[in-house]
Every structure is written in structure tokens, then in C-alpha cells.
């Protein structure tokens, strides 16, 4: 039996960059790390990801003949072949990534959103359950969001779907990094969950702001999360809120898309069950009960890896080399 | 060459049933429509629907080997064969659909909601824009959803998709019919407009009051857009809520999906103009401006017929006899 083909897989970040090479099977031969250089400008990150995409080969001694084809994630959007958005990497929007990079290694080359690369590993390695709809929500900085459905990526018309942090869950609340008012980014996310940090603790006793030694701006989600988990009453009203609107997003893209899983991730998500928990009480408030009742709401799996698991995976299934999965 | 074989429609609705008979281009050549008699009870309907199938086909002197099969569509969803929901249609919950009509008819038999039918109608037939991604929203006396996702109906992992007048737009809102608070349908719908007529109107000299000889009762959307096309302030403020909630909406669906094109139909549509351009200048306070502006906004164009033509073309798009639309 011939041997399949690994992939290259390309997570690009505002800070790092992360190289893998994966085999069909989901395994991670080889995965090296640097630094982005964003300052570096468009043509500094595309030398550095080409000189990373080639350590790694070297590392594993293989050469691009041996390899499917190469799948890079990034923040923004490509649309046809271009790079579009990414406001934190200046000079990033434009980047006619797909030709550069078939020109440079010419070896089937894929580009998509990095959530979307996420979400397609999740699905793909992270999740036991055959499933054929999942949604992501990647809940960090901000709210990212991946969709798959039918048992494939889901990138819309446009290359843009899957923006998930912007649900509006308060009509005329609080403005959004977006522009647009009452996003659920604007209250679930980190950004998020310190602003309703900063409202409510001025003038209280709570645990965070002692664990951020009397400074607002010291607080992060991890001091919020550490003291609600010991008790601390204005840290669980704020996980509450967080909770509550991340249920309103939740319920009402699950009434549009009936999924059989939706699976949250991200930094914030280390917070654990009592995130979790939280939400799964307040869905039924907001997700039609039929619908509810078939949808399973799970933490991600893959943790840090599952940009480059999902880049690698890309190529495995625009190439057609993975079966559909949850197929019955 | 082979002349390709119609396919029968058959749409149930709370009160008639319309069969028709149509071809893979697009035509009716026949069509017929009885009461439905859901007081009957389900083998009353069942009756009903095989009776009417049988004369359609009559009325063309066709036989059941002359036809590519039959699509029905109906009120809730169809979960594995059986019908889940339909609360208008006592008894209709819990019918084994396609088991019953295989066996009557012998002939393959295909059944969904009646939204997302009329959906797929919309986007083979009635919109001439060859697009991947189309979202229906029917706005009657409450709000349903159609969605088409990669030229194909989307019906979700288990028959549910596409409660679209299910979408959260007031944290903690008018309570819905179904039951959540501040579900869109609660505005935008014949009862959400009643709804904010009876709020607004007692004690106002507005001119729906005197259209509907005084009595509250006998509001109606109609009177309401009368009103407001006569340039009645309260009634332009009703349209203007409705509309903003409308808004608020299809842009959180557009932030999910991205898709190329947003149809609006149903009976409250027949109002025209005034509610699509309303909801056209609402929409970029909710939908993140790269999507909107690649999302087109329209009517739907089939009207009545859209029901029974959606149920024919299901069998088309079962059967394999449409090709995809819309693909570049």
C-alpha cells in the first residue's frame, strides 16, 4: 500500500508563526516556532514563513515532492487567493498569498481564516463524535468563530463566514472593537470580561482586585476566573454576564444552523467548567428545545495545536484525501 | 433525446393543500388545491393529500411511472422520515411520512419543512442571480427560514435548520410564541406588528385606528402599512421598530453565513418597498461591513406558488437532476 503523503500546515499569528507537518492520520511529525516580525513588513513575514516551512522539511528530511501540498491559516480573510483584513498585521490585506506561495514552492498551496483551520481540526482529530455540522467559537482576545458544515469547511460565498463574536446580544449595548453596538464579543471575550471588570469593581472588596494588587489595569480573565472559582461574588456575577450573552450567541446561531456540536475554545476557555457549566444552564433560554436537545455543547480539544493540526488538514481536504466524516 | 420527467409537489398547509406537477425547468403544468381538514385528524389529511396527488396527475393523464418522484413539504420539521412539530396541524406530529406515501405511491418520496422548500423554489426559479449561499426569510403571521448552503438545501444535522425568526434581538424582550424572550418574530411578524400596535395606538389619533373602524381588534399589517404609506407617524414608527429588529437579525445571520443573497418574503412583505428599504438602512449597524457589502438584500419573487414549485424541485435535487447552481 502506498504511503500517504504528509502536509504542510502554516499557522500565522500577529506574534508567531507555528509550522507543522501532519500526516493524514492527524500526527504532528514535526512542528517548529518563530517569531512573526510583523514590523518586518509583507515581504519580512512571507521570507520568514518560507524559511520556517523549509527548516521543517529539513528537520524531517523531507523534500516538497514528498509532501500533499502546503495550508496556511491567518487571521483576516482570503478572498479569492488574497489576503483580506488582519488589521493586526499592517501591510498583511492585499497579500496575493495563494500565487506567491505557488510560485515559490510549487506544491498545491490553500489559505482560509485561522479559525476555520481550527475548527476543521477539531472536527477532524480533536472531537470523537461523527458529527456532520460543528461550530467553534474561539473565545479570546476576541471572539473568532468556524463553521463545518456537511462534514466540510464552511467558508461562505466570500471566504468571510463564521464571525461569530459579532452577534448582537444587547440591543444598543456596548460598542464593539467593530464598530457595531451589543456584540457578544464585547462582553465574552477577555476585552470583553474586563470591561465588565472595570464597571463593576471600582469602589468593591472583590478578591480580583487584590489578586491584580489594586490595579484595574492588571486584571485579566485568569485573575476574574481564579477568583470566582474561590468564591468571589463579583467575579461570578461578571462570569454570569459573560455566560449569559454567550448563551444568547450560541442559542440563536443554533436555531439558524441545528448543529450536532458546538465546541468552545480559546484562551479564555481555560476558565473550564465553570464557563461551561454557566452556559449550558442559560441556553435553554435562547436555543428552541428540539434543536437544543440534538446539540452537544464540549470544550475544544486540541488546545495550542489546533492552528496547524486545521492548516494541515486543509490540504488533506481540499485534495480530497480525507473521507467525509459523521457520514451515516 | 430522453425527455426528463416532472416531478409532483405537494404542499401542506394549515388550511389548503396545493399539488402540482413540474418540470425540471421550472414550469407548472398543473396545479391543484383542496382544504386541508386537519379537524380530520392525520389519516383524514393523509387521505386528503393522496386524493389530490392522484387527481393532478389525472388532470394530465399522467401516470405514477411518468413522474421522478414526490416532494412535500409541511409545517415543521421532518426528522428521519417522520413528521416532528406542526403544532396547527393536530395529529400531524409523529407520522411516519415517508414510509406511508412510499408504500401508497411506489415511487421515490421526498419531504421537508415547507420554509426551507420554498427556499430552494426562490433560488432555483425565482431569483435569477447565480449565487452558492441564499437565506429566505418568510414573514408572515411568524417568521421562518430557508437556507440554501452550497447550491443544496440546508436542513441542519437533523431537519431543524433555519429558525430564523428565532434569533434573540431584545435581551430580555417581548416573550415569542415559542416561548424564549425577544425572538425577532415577536416584532417583525403579523403578531409582532399587532403587538406593537397594541402598544402603541390606544389613546392616538392615528390613522390605523380609523382604518380599522376604531376597534384594535381588526389591526392588520395591511392597515398598518396603509397607514404608514399614508405617511401616518405612529404607523411609520411600527414599521420603523419592526424593521430595525429585522435588521438586527439578518445582520447576526449574515455575520455567520456571509451569504450572497438575503430574500424576503411571505405575506407581510406585500407591504414592499417601505420594509426593505428600512431594513437596508438598518442593517450596517448590525452586519460587519465587508459581508454586507458582498450580501445582496431582495424580494422573493414566486409568490404563492413558491410552496408547491420547492416541493417539485426537491425531488429534482434529490434525484440529481439539477445540476448545481451558482458555481464558478
Not at 57 to 66: C, D, P
Not at 172 to 186: F, H, K, L, Q, S
Amino acid at each position: 500500500m502506498k504511503k500517504e503523503k504528509p502536509a504542510i500546515g502554516l499557522d500565522v499569528g500577529g506574534t508567531n508563526l507555528k509550522c507543522g507537518i501532519l500526516t493524514p492520520g492527524g500526527r504532528l511529525l514535526a512542528c517548529r516556532k518563530r517569531k512573526t516580525e510583523v514590523q518586518k513588513g509583507r515581504d519580512g513575514v512571507l521570507a520568514n514563513i518560507c524559511s520556517l516551512i523549509r527548516e521543517t522539511l529539513a528537520e524531517k528530511k523531507l523534500t516538497l515532492k514528498s509532501v500533499a501540498g502546503i495550508g496556511l491559516g491567518t487571521p483576516g480573510y482570503v478572498v479569492e487567493g488574497v489576503i483580506h483584513g488582519a488589521p493586526n498585521m499592517p501591510g498583511w490585506h492585499g497579500t496575493p498569498i495563494i500565487d506567491i506561495m505557488e510560485r515559490e514552492f510549487g506544491v498545491p498551496f490553500f489559505a482560509s481564516n485561522d479559525v476555520t483551520l481550527a475548527a476543521l481540526a477539531e472536527y477532524r482529530y480533536g472531537q470523537k463524535a461523527a458529527v456532520n455540522n460543528m461550530v467553534l467559537y474561539a473565545i479570546g482576545t476576541g471572539i473568532g468563530g468556524g463553521l463545518i458544515i456537511n462534514g466540510s469547511v464552511y467558508e461562505g460565498s466570500f471566504g468571510m463566514a463564521g464571525e461569530l463574536g459579532h452577534q448582537i446580544v444587547e440591543n444598543n449595548g456596548r460598542r464593539c472593537g467593530c464598530g457595531i453596538r451589543g456584540c457578544v464579543e464585547a462582553y465574552s471575550s477577555t476585552v470583553g470580561l474586563i470591561a465588565l471588570a472595570r464597571e463593576r469593581l471600582p469602589g468593591s472588596s472583590s478578591l480580583i482586585l487584590q489578586m491584580a494588587s489594586g490595579d484595574l489595569d492588571k486584571v485579566t480573565p485568569k485573575i476574574i476566573y481564579d477568583a470566582a472559582k474561590r468564591g468571589d461574588k463579583p467575579a461570578l456575577e461578571i462570569n454570569d454576564i459573560a455566560c449569559r450573552y454567550l448563551a444568547t450567541a450560541i442559542g440563536g446561531m443554533i436555531n439558524i444552523l441545528s448543529p450536532d456540536l458546538v465546541v468552545l475554545g480559546g484562551g479564555v476557555m481555560q476558565a473550564g467548567e465553570i464557563i461551561l457549566n454557566k452556559v449550558r444552564e442559560y441556553l435553554p433560554s435562547f436555543a428552541l428545545p428540539d434543536l437544543l436537545a440534538r446539540c452537544r455543547l464540549d470544550f475544544a480539544k486540541l488546545g495550542e495545536d489546533a492552528g496547524v493540526v486545521g492548516c494541515g488538514a486543509f490540504v488533506f481536504e481540499k485534495t480530497g484525501k480525507l473521507g467525509k466524516r459523521g457520514e451515516s
